[in-house]
Each structure stands twice: as structure tokens, then as C-alpha cells.
């Protein structure tokens, strides 16, 4: 058994509601010694914050999901409701995210400018705050890669592209440019995604971390059914085969990785 660490998960969500503690206790038996519960809207942040206090060696991020900064209309100010939560729970929440730019689903002018706007609340935030930003990027790299140069002076010290699902020269622009690291899940393993694997091949592992972003995009084993982090070893399995290093040596990078990157005092 290996150590694991899920710095992206999402086990408050209703479709684990049925057995949650039992999926919790099959990632311990895993190896799974920490997870971060990340909120997508101010309601969601809220129960990520509940399941991070329920279970042991949890912690939470905050923040809206680039899809839902519609309420953003409603609540111009969303950096008002987040700031709530983090002087209400300092020490269970690690990071502030997800947030970032998502143009899969919809892209028109009005979400680009809800997304920037919402993107730039919670870098202020994360920086007030010294929290490690949360990224989600969609249909958006050159996007992201001009928003973080343009807004270089007010960008945290940490931060994690979540997912990533781009190429080397993205992964070079994140860790050498930004300092930031690369959330390496499920998707590193789906055959199709060699330029996944060829980024994280030639990426240093002190700049990797685990994650799921359960439910969804399970690894290849796993393909279709109900993601958990119980499921990760084969992730970092792949990683250390890409660095054709022992996995021992390797899982116990990346969870210090993992520590190291949100302030995680485990």
C-alpha cells in the first residue's frame, strides 16, 4: 500500500450521500491519508467545509466554479461571501477555488467577463489570505495563459492548475513561469491523452499532485463508474512509471508535494 493524497474531490456532492463513510474508509484502506474538499459555489463550499469537519485529515477550498459565476449577477460581491467562510473556518480552509475559465459549455461576452471578474476576486483572496489558488481551465488555454501574464502583480504564491489536460508547452508556462503546480488525475490514463502523459513526463515531480475530482473521470480501470479517491494508485503508478522511479518513492514525493503546496500541517 502507498500513500495518497486527493488534493481535488468533491464527496459532498449528493451522489455520495448513500454511502460516503464507506467510500471513506476504502480510501484509508487504500493508502489515502488526506483530501480536500472543493466547494463550486457559495452552497457547495459550504458542505465541502461540513465533510472536511466530519472526517479526519480533511481540509477545504473555496470558491465558484467558472460554470456557475452566473450568481455573480445576483452577487456581484462573491468575494464578500467566501471571505465569511475563511474568517469563519481559517484552519480547515486550505485553498480558495475552483475558479478560472471554462468555455465548453457557453462563451459568450457576458460569461468571459463574469469569469475574469470572479477570477480576479479570488486571486485577491487567495493572496489576502495566502491561500493556494484553485484554476479550472476548459476551452481556455490561451485565455488563462494571457490572464496570468496580464495579471502577474496580483496573483497568489501558489496555486494548482487542477485537471490538467493540456500540453507541455502549458505545463513549462505553469511551473517555470508561475511557479504553480499541475493537478494530475484520472485522465493522465485515458489512452488517447499521450500529450497528458508527455507533460507530465518531462514536468520535475516536485511540481505534480494527485488528485480525482471525484465523481467524475475515473481512471481507465474505472472507466464509467462512480470516481473515488480509493481509485488513485493507479494514477501514481503511471507517474512513476513516466519518471521510471519506484512508486514508493514516487507517491511519497507527490503527498509531500501535496503538504507542501496548500500549508498542510499532516
Not at 469537519?53 to 470558491?63: H, K, R, T
Not at 478560472?100 to 470572479?118: K, M, V, Y
Request: hydrophobic share 35%; charged share 25%; glycine share 6%.
Amino acid at each position: 500500500m502507498i500513500p495518497l493524497f486527493d488534493t481535488h474531490t468533491h464527496d459532498s456532492f449528493d451522489v455520495f450521500d448513500a454511502d460516503r463513510t464507506e467510500m471513506m474508509a476504502r480510501g484509508k484502506e487504500k493508502g489515502v491519508i488526506g483530501k480536500i474538499q472543493i466547494g463550486c459555489d457559495i452552497s457547495s463550499s459550504k458542505n465541502a467545509i461540513n465533510v472536511a469537519m466530519e472526517y479526519e485529515n480533511m481540509w477545504a477550498s473555496v470558491g465558484i466554479h467558472p460554470c456557475s459565476v452566473l450568481s455573480l449577477k445576483e452577487f456581484p460581491k462573491i468575494e464578500d461571501e467566501l471571505e465569511e467562510l475563511l474568517k469563519k473556518y481559517p484552519q480547515k480552509i486550505v485553498a480558495i477555488g475552483e475558479t478560472g475559465f471554462d468555455f465548453f459549455h457557453e462563451d459568450t461576452p457576458e460569461i468571459r467577463f463574469l469569469q475574469e471578474n470572479s477570477l480576479l476576486q479570488h486571486c485577491h483572496l487567495a493572496t489576502k489570505y495566502k491561500k493556494t489558488l484553485v484554476i479550472h481551465t476548459r476551452n481556455a488555454t490561451e485565455e488563462s495563459i494571457l490572464f496570468f501574464r496580464l495579471h502577474r502583480e496580483k496573483l497568489p504564491k501558489r496555486g494548482v492548475f487542477h485537471c490538467f489536460g493540456e500540453d507541455l508547452v502549458f505545463a513549462n508556462f505553469a511551473t517555470q513561469e508561475l511557479g504553480y503546480a499541475l493537478g494530475i488525475g484520472g485522465t493522465l490514463t485515458y489512452k488517447k491523452n499521450e500529450h497528458i502523459r508527455d507533460a507530465v513526463q518531462k514536468t520535475p515531480l516536485e511540481f505534480l499532485v494527485t488528485e480525482t475530482d471525484a465523481p467524475y473521470l475515473a481512471p481507465q480501470s474505472y472507466r464509467g463508474k462512480r470516481n473515488e479517491s480509493s481509485y488513485m494508485t493507479e494514477v501514481v503508478e503511471l507517474i512513476a512509471d513516466l519518471k521510471n522511479i519506484p512508486v514508493e518513492k514516487c507517491a511519497e514525493q507527490l503527498v509531500q508535494n501535496a503538504k507542501n503546496i496548500f500549508q498542510i500541517p499532516l
